[in-house]
């Protein structure tokens, strides 16, 4: 177990802010959870708390700047606890009293079996399950594989132990992180989709979110992992990065994959669940990264037609290899940035239009804005619908329009 700085001999009233990835997130959910003890409360206001912890993302430079700012405000209330990559990347720029940092290598204890049986106390703090640490790629600009080491998964039935956990305290939705699942398992002789259809076997009412995968590693375990997919109670949802669709910028940034790679995971992903989502990253503005590259990418956007793209400006990080290269001109980024946003507002659009009449069943999943709740159909696509429900209830509903990101329905009797 972690050292905390605050004896556990009283009630505490602990602060969490979390940033980053799924996968850091949880881990700092898992790690507050782990703290906790009878009598103990999170609370929404730092002013009012014995600990605060910040889980942190360095992911690029402005995010690294944002986040020590941030900690700084924080410690003026009093101790601060950060996890996530910050610490492992900038540690001297937090060296102070009564800031604690938990750096992302310790957290390797995390996956080595020390929090296997942590109770999850307070599900409001909870995002899911990390399954493996680090990952088997090297990419000239991620500063996570740095912070996070080597893969190093978590033994498979410590994993579902800990599904059992969560479905016990009522959560429905389980969801799998790590930096690469795909990459799941390669370290102790298994693979990603063992692991799906353990966690499947569980009974019970749930629904499984698996997440990101790199290309490299998917392709691997492609046709077991879309056999694993045909499951009911897994999401057909795939987060697979393609970052660039040039190939020559794939080789600078050392991917490990071509652009033809990735579609043709997506094209076999569609084919298999034309209604499935699919969810990719792109970086804009990378060293080498021309019109003629942007072309390409904007050209996969078009034949992979994802449901969700998640754009990310090139920012030189320290200890990569591309740190001293040259990323294009912001104006030409930004307008490289807009020039896909506009293509994959049209193509939502486009996709959530064939839905307009269906019925679907859905799993309320949050609490919308005003008298509205927030659920996930069988393709992790969310729903709007007005009214009130029960958290993780089924709700028989039909598609009556869409917006940018989500449909809109309305409760139905069928």
Wanted: hydrophobic share 35%.
């Amino acid at each position: 177990m972690l050292e905390t700085q605050v004896s556990t001999n009283q009630s505490r009233k602990i602060y969490l802010e979390a940033y980053g990835c799924t996968l850091s997130k949880s881990e700092a959910g898992i790690y507050v959870n782990s703290l906790l003890r009878e009598g103990d409360t999170i609370v929404s206001d730092p002013s009012e708390a014995d600990l605060r912890v910040i889980n942190t993302c360095v992911v690029i430079s402005q995010t690294e700047n944002r986040m020590i700012r941030r900690i700084q405000e924080l410690s003026g209330f009093g101790d601060v606890e950060v996890t996530g990559c910050l610490p492992a990347v900038s540690a001297q720029s937090l060296d102070q009293p009564g800031i604690k940092l938990i750096s992302a290598g310790t957290f390797r204890n995390f996956y080595r079996g020390a929090f296997d049986d942590v109770e999850i106390r307070d599900i409001s703090i909870f995002d899911g399950i990390p399954i493996n640490q680090g990952c088997t790629g090297n990419c000239s600009f991620c500063i996570s594989r740095i912070a996070r080491g080597k893969l190093l998964s978590r033994a498979r039935e410590k994993i579902v132990g800990q599904v059992r956990l969560q479905l016990d305290r009522g959560i429905k939705e389980v969801r799998i992180t790590s930096l690469d699942t795909a990459a799941y398992g390669r370290d102790i002789g298994t693979r990603l989709p063992d692991l799906i259809g353990d966690i499947t076997a569980i009974n019970g009412d749930f629904q499984l979110r698996v997440g990101m995968m790199e290309p490299m590693n998917t392709s691997e375990i492609l046709q077991d992992l879309l056999y694993r997919y045909s499951d009911c109670k897994v999401y057909k949802f795939m987060h697979l990065p393609v970052q660039s669709g040039s190939d020559s910028v794939l080789v600078k940034m050392n991917r490990g994959y071509s652009s033809s790679d990735f579609l043709r995971i997506a094209s076999s992903f569609k084919k298999r669940f034309p209604e499935g989502m699919l969810s990719t990253d792109i970086i804009t503005g990378y060293p080498g990264e021309g019109d003629a590259e942007f072309e390409e990418t904007i050209e996969v956007i078009e034949k992979s037609r994802p449901n969700i793209v998640n754009v990310t400006r090139f920012s030189p990080r320290p200890y990569t290899r591309d740190f001293s290269s040259t990323p294009i001109s912001s104006n030409e980024t930004k307008k490289r940035d807009k020039a896909i946003m506009e293509i994959h507002r049209r193509i939502s659009g486009e996709e959530f239009s064939k839905s307009v009449g269906n019925q679907l069943s859905v799993l309320i999943t949050e609490q919308g804005k005003g008298e509205t709740m927030v659920g996930r159909d069988q393709n992790y696509r969310p729903v709007v619908i007005p009214g009130r429900f029960n958290l993780y209830s089924r709700v028989n509903c039909e598609i009556v329009g869409y917006g940018e990101t989500y449909l809109i329905a309305k409760e139905s009797n069928s």
